[in-house]
Structures are given as C-alpha cells and as structure tokens.
C-alpha cells in the first residue's frame, strides 16, 4: 500500500487502474488533505476479482469524493465493490443519464458475469457484488447538473459535456485554489445525436487526459459513414449476415441513426423486411427508453429533427428488437447490432461463431478493442477461433472481418488542439496502451518544446498503475 503524503504544497495524482492500459479507470488524486477518486472500471479482458482495479494499494476510507465520469464499464463497473465491498465511505457523483443507464447496465453486467461463474442464485466468492449489493449503492449515488459547482468540504467540481456518450462527463475540480481538469472518455467531432466536449472558461493547473488513440488520425466522418453502409449493402446484396458487436449502449445509437437512415433512402432494395435490422440486446427496450427521455441533453441537431418531426428520432422505423436468440429465425441475409461489443460472451459471441464459418457473411468492429479480448483478436484475422462454452472446440474462421472506427474519443490532432485550448502546464496521461501512449507523449513534448526552460514550460507525465506524481505547487496557489 502506498504511504501517506504529507500535508504539503504537493499534489499527488495515483493511479490504481487505466494507467498505461485501456481498462478499470480509477484515479486519486490529493492535495491539502483532501483526497478524489475519479471512476471506478472493471478490465474487460479480465473477470472476477483480476478485473479490478488495485484497490489493495490504498485505503479506500480516506477518499472524500469520488466521481464517475460516464456509464462504461471501463469506467464505472466497479462501483458496486467499491461501495459495498470495501471499507470506502465517501460520497459518490454522477449526472442524471450516467446514473439512468447505470442502473440497467449494471444489473445485465451482474446476470452475464454471475452465468460465466455457475448459477445466478449461489453468488460464490467469484462475483464481485450481486444484485442487492447493486440496488443499496445505486440509492446512495447522487447526481449533478452539467454547469452547476457542488461543494463537498472544500472540494469544489463542476460536470462539462465530454461528447463520448448520453452523459458522459469531463469534471473540473478546485481545492484550494488548484484546478484539475479529468476528461474521462471525450470527443470533439460532432456526430449524429452528442453534443462534443466543451472547453471549461476557468483554467486549469492540471489536465488529466486520455490517450487512447495517440497519435493516430481518424478518416473524416462522411467517409467513414460511407464506408460502412456500403461494407453492409454489398454484404446483405450477396445474402450475407453482418453482425456488428457493439456495446448495448451508447455508439450502437449513433449506428442506429446512420443505418435506420439508410434503409430509409433504400427502401425499395432494404426496406420492409427485405433485409431486416435487430437490435439484440437483454437492455434494448430499456435502453432506448433512456435515450428517448434525455434527448433534450443531445446536440440542436437532433433536437431540431425532433421538433421538426414530431416523432422521437429514437423510435426506428428500420431496427427491431431482440432479447435473446430465442426469438430469431435466422433465414436469409440480416444485420445484427449485438452486445457485448468486444465478443467476450453472450449474444455477440454466439452469433460470432454461428455465423463466422460463412466467408459470405461480415463481422464489423466499430468500437475500440482492448487488448485480451476476441474482437482483438479477430482483427488479425485467424483461422480459427476457440468456442466459449466448450475452449477444446475450434471453429473455423472464414467470414469478412473488418474495422471501421465510431468509438467517439479523440485522435491525435483533437486531442492537441484541445490539450492546447486548456493550456494546463502539467498533463498526466491515462487511459491508452502504453505505445500510443507513449507516442502521445512524445508529440506532447515537441509540441511544447519551445516552452522547455521558460516558467510556462508543460510537463506531461504518463505514470504506470501504483507509481505516483508528485507536483509541487509551493507558493503558487492561494486559497480563495
Ligand atoms: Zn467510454
């Protein structure tokens, strides 16, 4: 466990989890004897109690607040453990959708972790919480306002729309007189229903920011969007299926919007059951009453085509839903959204090796793949890939398998010219495999090279899970 800091002029940033790695986010940070927890994720390559972050490495009662930044797993998974688990007694913030859609994520993520460990009713020492442990934390969780300052003992923090997904939120925190600025997961391309990130007006001393894609450049959306609804045309013409696994929430909507679009202007090839879309999914009907009700929190583009229409541009004429397979008569070409969306298990999975023997038919990626999970592994295009419920059965791997990105985080020139905008002198790095992030900040450093030995010279840091930075803020700050 890590030893105390000293109440000094210092501020310690400690990573327990997403530091160097994509995966079970969860950040400390101290200064003046106050203490913040910023997210509490899970790993998905990992499962039970390796899917958590370091929690051993601190003492989880001194943190005063503790804010979760949107409804990923990644981000936000853990929170019942913490809650519940450990001996954690601070007070716990998200915004009103984070905490909406929590709740049902949560709860299937309970139901699908507790199938791959036994039965759902002997909760064994695998399960990180249950449902009860679920239901008692989610009463205690509260919610903030994007723009409204909350005050917790001297530690101030204020939600800004972070893009990424319904809710996601970047939280500017102040304690006396130092401001630190978490990103979560952002973006800063305007899609189909997301308001992008927003520069807070105040500045801040610290930028704490991801670095998932490093320095890599994304293609321009039109072609992207292009490229995908011609990838499932050509796919469906030839009378192949296309499974798109996706995470139930959040980007599979904005896929929604473009392919429900689609098939409106090709109605008469798609259109009317010719080639039916699903949505397949335990949350499906619950999730998109969510989205249905919070689409005042969504950017003047879809709110005007809501207003305009007078229909909820939610309800889609083109996609049904799914619960489970049970349902679904495989006849014929279609296009399937299916959770999870890194093929780890469940409806993705199954449908993964039921259909991926067909070299006719079409498997595309359009979230961001951790490294240990099957959709990373199916990128690289193998020959065969090992069957969930029975690891001794290969199947073979002919199906198309292809990438197209609509993860929603910055890449490199996004990332830059907002870093740039927020002008913090020292950045930390979180949330991306340690060579793009590395990379990251490389580019960092000579971008701010002309800065190097003048007072307003940046420093970027890229620390490794336990291994904390020390910043020295002596005489600077003055408490207001
Ligand atoms: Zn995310």
Same mark, same amino acid.
């Given at each position: 466990m890590i030893e105390d800091k000293p109440d000094t002029n210092s501020f310690r940033f400690f990573g327990l989890g997403g530091s160097n790695e994509v995966g079970r986010s969860c950040?400390?940070?101290?200064?003046?004897? !106050?203490?913040?927890?910023? *997210?509490?994720?899970?790993?998905?390559?990992?499962? #039970? @109690?390796?899917?958590?972050?370091?929690?051993?490495?601190?003492?989880?009662?001194?943190?005063?607040?503790?804010?979760?930044?949107?409804?990923?797993?990644?981000?936000?998974?853990?929170?019942?453990?913490?809650?519940?688990?450990?001996?954690?007694?601070?007070r716990v913030f998200m915004t009103h959708p984070t905490k909406a859609?929590?709740?049902?994520?949560?709860?299937?993520?309970?139901?699908?972790?507790?199938?791959?460990?036994?039965?759902?009713?002997?909760?064994?020492?695998?399960?990180?919480?249950?449902?009860?442990?679920?239901?008692?934390?989610?009463? !205690?969780?509260?919610?903030? *306002?994007?723009?409204?300052?909350?005050?917790?003992? #001297? @530690?101030?923090?204020?939600?800004?729309h972070a893009g990424h997904v319904l809710g996601a939120a970047m939280f500017q925190v102040e304690i006396a007189g130092l401001r630190i600025l978490f990103t979560g997961d952002y973006s800063r391309e305007l899609d189909r229903h997301l308001n992008s990130a927003e520069v807070p007006s105040l500045p801040s001393d610290i930028l704490i920011v991801e670095s998932t894609f490093g320095t890599a450049t994304h293609e321009p959306r039109v072609s992207k969007e292009r490229k995908l609804t011609q990838l499932i045309h050509t796919t469906v013409a030839k009378g192949g299926r296309v499974l798109l696994p996706v995470f139930a929430l959040g980007r599979a909507q904005e896929i929604m919007l473009i392919l429900d679009e689609y098939w409106s202007q090709h109605a008469e090839e798609l259109g009317t059951g010719q080639v039916p879309i699903f949505y397949a999914s335990n949350l499906a009907r619950k999730c998109m009453s969510v989205f249905q009700t919070y689409v005042n929190m969504m950017n003047d583009k879809i709110r005007k085509k809501f207003r305009d229409s007078q229909t909820n541009p939610f309800?889609?004429?083109?996609?049904?839903?799914?619960?489970?397979?049970?349902?679904?008569?495989?006849?014929?070409?279609?296009?399937?959204?299916?959770?999870?969306?890194?093929?780890?298990?469940?409806?993705?999975?199954?449908?993964?090796?039921?259909?991926?023997?067909?070299?006719?038919?079409?498997?595309?990626?359009?979230?961001?793949?951790?490294?240990?999970?099957?959709a990373k592994f199916l990128i690289l295009e193998p020959e065969s890939i090992p069957s969930i419920n029975n690891p001794d059965v290969t199947i073979p791997r002919r199906c198309q398998v292809e990438e197209i990105s609509?993860?929603?985080?910055?890449?490199?020139?996004?990332?830059?010219?907002?870093?740039?905008?927020?002008?913090?002198?020292?950045?930390?790095?979180?949330?991306?495999?340690?060579?793009?992030?590395?990379?990251?900040k490389s580019a960092l450093l000579s971008n701010f090279s002309p800065l190097k030995g003048t007072e307003n010279e940046v420093h970027v840091y890229n620390p490794r899970n336990c291994v904390a930075v020390d910043i020295e803020f002596k005489g600077v700050k003055i408490a207001k």
């Amino acid at each position: 466990m890590i030893e105390d800091k000293p109440d000094t002029n210092s501020f310690r940033f400690f990573g327990l989890g997403g530091s160097n790695e994509v995966g079970r986010s969860c950040h400390i940070l101290q200064y003046k004897g !106050k203490t913040v927890m910023l *997210d509490a994720g899970v790993h998905p390559a990992h499962q #039970g @109690i390796a899917s958590l972050p370091f929690y051993d490495e601190f003492n989880l009662s001194k943190v005063d607040v503790l804010l979760i930044s949107h409804f990923h797993l990644d981000h936000a998974a853990s929170l019942p453990y913490v809650m519940q688990r450990t001996n954690f007694q601070g007070r716990v913030f998200m915004t009103h959708p984070t905490k909406a859609i929590y709740r049902w994520l949560l709860s299937d993520f309970v139901k699908v972790t507790n199938i791959g460990n036994g039965t759902a009713a002997s909760s064994g020492d695998e399960n990180l919480y249950t449902d009860e442990d679920l239901a008692e934390s989610f009463d !205690k969780i509260e919610t903030v *306002d994007f723009h409204s300052t909350i005050d917790v003992n #001297g @530690i101030k923090f204020t939600a800004y729309h972070a893009g990424h997904v319904l809710g996601a939120a970047m939280f500017q925190v102040e304690i006396a007189g130092l401001r630190i600025l978490f990103t979560g997961d952002y973006s800063r391309e305007l899609d189909r229903h997301l308001n992008s990130a927003e520069v807070p007006s105040l500045p801040s001393d610290i930028l704490i920011v991801e670095s998932t894609f490093g320095t890599a450049t994304h293609e321009p959306r039109v072609s992207k969007e292009r490229k995908l609804t011609q990838l499932i045309h050509t796919t469906v013409a030839k009378g192949g299926r296309v499974l798109l696994p996706v995470f139930a929430l959040g980007r599979a909507q904005e896929i929604m919007l473009i392919l429900d679009e689609y098939w409106s202007q090709h109605a008469e090839e798609l259109g009317t059951g010719q080639v039916p879309i699903f949505y397949a999914s335990n949350l499906a009907r619950k999730c998109m009453s969510v989205f249905q009700t919070y689409v005042n929190m969504m950017n003047d583009k879809i709110r005007k085509k809501f207003r305009d229409s007078q229909t909820n541009p939610f309800i889609f004429k083109n996609i049904s839903y799914l619960k489970n397979l049970d349902e679904f008569q495989d006849f014929g070409p279609s296009v399937m959204l299916a959770s999870p969306g890194m093929l780890q298990n469940g409806l993705s999975r199954d449908l993964l090796e039921k259909w991926c023997p067909d070299e006719k038919n079409l498997v595309l990626i359009t979230g961001y793949s951790v490294e240990g999970t099957m959709a990373k592994f199916l990128i690289l295009e193998p020959e065969s890939i090992p069957s969930i419920n029975n690891p001794d059965v290969t199947i073979p791997r002919r199906c198309q398998v292809e990438e197209i990105s609509f993860a929603a985080h910055v890449d490199f020139r996004e990332n830059l010219e907002f870093v740039e905008k927020i002008g913090a002198p020292s950045i930390i790095l979180v949330h991306g495999e340690s060579n793009p992030m590395g990379r990251l900040k490389s580019a960092l450093l000579s971008n701010f090279s002309p800065l190097k030995g003048t007072e307003n010279e940046v420093h970027v840091y890229n620390p490794r899970n336990c291994v904390a930075v020390d910043i020295e803020f002596k005489g600077v700050k003055i408490a207001k």
